[in-house]
């Protein structure tokens, strides 16, 4: 009998100490508590601000002339994208674009932005708008552009005379333009006479002012501008002045570009960009002219 207790006492021992090795065994995995997260909604604002902001790589027109000031508002409000402009030459904007640093382009260089296309940085490349390129000058016009009867004699006088001429010299499309009136009048301009900027247009306009100069500028920065400068040539075709906007091929958010290129080329930016001015100067500043290239 002594015996047979002390095995049901060992017996006893073990199945306690079985019972209470279960009741400390881990919880499975499954049944654990899944660790915490930060809502959704608190982490989405943030993602969708970023998500809606393009970059605008433009000319320094376009900002001038208070064109965008004046547009952009009505966009940003309907579509809840931010834009964010880059106001620079034409040459400086594509630049922008071919380096991945934009992803509309608004700029006036048609050759430029042709290339632009061709080489496979741009994609649904639109005319939304044009005005006209001036040359302006003192009121006294000691070079006598007014009686010039086209665009290349203008400057050719200017040359003759070595009256004072201010440059953008900053590759924009007003300077490529510039550039390409003297190349057809047979012209490489050089001397003291023949200066650069090297800034926007409306710095350059001011320059030409103070200085008593001429100069080439776009219509909408001119009129735009309290100076004492003359209109002295104007109308010719070679001062023909379009805007194209494309959409940068590498975008990472090319739905976004498309909004803001619709709203340029549609019916609403369309009448905004052809009434911008006629309050202030009697006349729109810019002419709408949208269709796809």
Known sequence: MKHVSRTSFFLILAAILLLAGCSTATPAPASAPAPETPAASEAKPSTDSQNKEIVLATTTSTQDSGLLDAILPAFESKTGIKVKVVAVGTGQAIKLGEDGNADVLLVHSRPAEDQFVEQGFGVDAYDVMYNQFYIVGPESDPAGVKNAKTAEEALQKIAEK?????????????????????????????????????QGMGDTLQMADEKNAYTLTDEATFLSRKLGLAVLMQGDKALLNPYGIIKVKSTGKPELADELISFFVGEEGQKMIGEFGKDKYGKGLFVPDAKKR
């Open 162 to 198: 070595q009256a004072t001429f201010i440059s953008r010299g900053d590759d924009s499309g007003t300077d490529k333009k510039e550039k390409s009136i003297w190349k057809n009048a047979g012209i490489t301009p050089s001397g003291s006479w023949y200066l650069s900027s090297g």
